[in-house]
């Protein structure tokens, strides 16, 4: 099952390298990642009446040679973010799959 949620990105960012855990269970042991950090403004929701306009938020995405899909396109622009549902989680969790530009460029 997917969804599709509508966002201006603001920012893309690669990410990639190793990261070494100084504690827990893979404490010292190298595990790589690869990833395309995108930074998007989303709305508050809007049954929250503490908050007002927008916040920033990070999503990934697996390889960050994705970046170079994008390079070209100038930023802020509308994205549209493909999410699947993990149901091996307890909830089950959304993870982001794809984005493309939007063809809906109405504000």
Known sequence: ???TQTLTVIGLK????????EN???K???TPYDNLNI???QPFPEGDMDALGAQQQLFKIKGSGN???FKDIELPAKFDFEF??????TPPRPVLKDIKL?????D
């Open 1 to 3: 099952m997917s969804q």
């Open 14 to 21: 690669q990410s990639k390298g190793e990261f070494t855990p």
């Open 24 to 26: 827990g269970k893979n």
């Open 28 to 30: 010292g042991v190298a």
């Open 39 to 41: 930074y998007a403004v």
């Open 67 to 69: 970046f170079y899909r």
């Open 84 to 89: 699947e549902f993990d149901f091996t989680k």
């Open 102 to 106: 939007s063809t809906d460029l109405q």
